[in-house]
């Protein structure tokens, strides 16, 4: 089996490789996302492992788009970041796999070994809690951001009333009585976005 990983984080990658010799056919690991493509074109392996976050690049957005090019490509996500939006986007896309870095490598090859006979490997997570639409993620991202419910309204094109609507909407799916808990249950799955300022 040939994998590759993608993973800007040197030090992990290096040791992730040292531990699998010996398990996998053939391991090898890139640092330098923006050459992904480039080197898939080059030779395409069984399984791709990549982080969600590789410095200026959205894992993300580049699986989609290896999967626009590649259909049958498998991709399995290996990140830190362990949130539910990122699992809905991965099952959305078409990937694989999502799996925590927090594990150890047997289970690791395990789970590549079951993705590539054709599995999938997702987290569970509490099932009772309904997804937003679209719109109420981005009156959610908007309010998190610090604007008024009258400056999402003209943001968005919308009346008031609605964007009120729409936050009582959000509150109950994600059984809570205010917008404050509800942008930090919305940042805990991973769908209101941190701006950090350095």
Do not use: C, W
């Not at 943001?155 to 509800?182: D, G």
């Amino acid at each position: 089996m040939h994998i590759m990983l993608f993973d800007d984080h040197k030090l992990f990658a290096k040791s992730l490789e040292i531990s699998m010799r010996g398990m996998v056919e053939r391991f090898e690991t890139h640092t330098s996302p923006e050459k992904m493509m480039d080197i898939l074109a080059a030779g395409r392996p069984d399984i791709v492992l990549m982080d969600i976050h590789m410095g200026d690049y959205n894992g993300l957005e580049m699986a989609r788009k290896v999967l626009e090019r590649y259909p049958e490509q498998k991709i399995i996500f290996l990140s830190g970041y362990d949130l539910i939006e990122y699992h809905n986007q991965a099952i959305q896309m078409g990937t694989r796999g999502f799996i925590n870095k927090n594990i150890s490598i047997h289970e690791l090859v395990e789970h590549i070994q079951f993705v590539a006979r054709g599995g999938l490997i997702f987290p569970k997570y509490d099932s009772d809690t309904q997804p937003l639409t679209n719109r109420e993620k981005e009156v959610l991202q908007l309010m998190a951001e610090g604007l008024r419910q009258q400056e999402v309204a003209d943001r968005l094109y919308i009346s008031r009333r609605t964007v009120n609507n729409h936050l009582q909407t959000i509150n109950e799916k994600f059984n809570v009585n205010s917008t404050v808990a509800a942008i930090m249950r919305g940042i805990e799955m991973g769908i209101v976005k941190v701006k950090f300022v350095k």
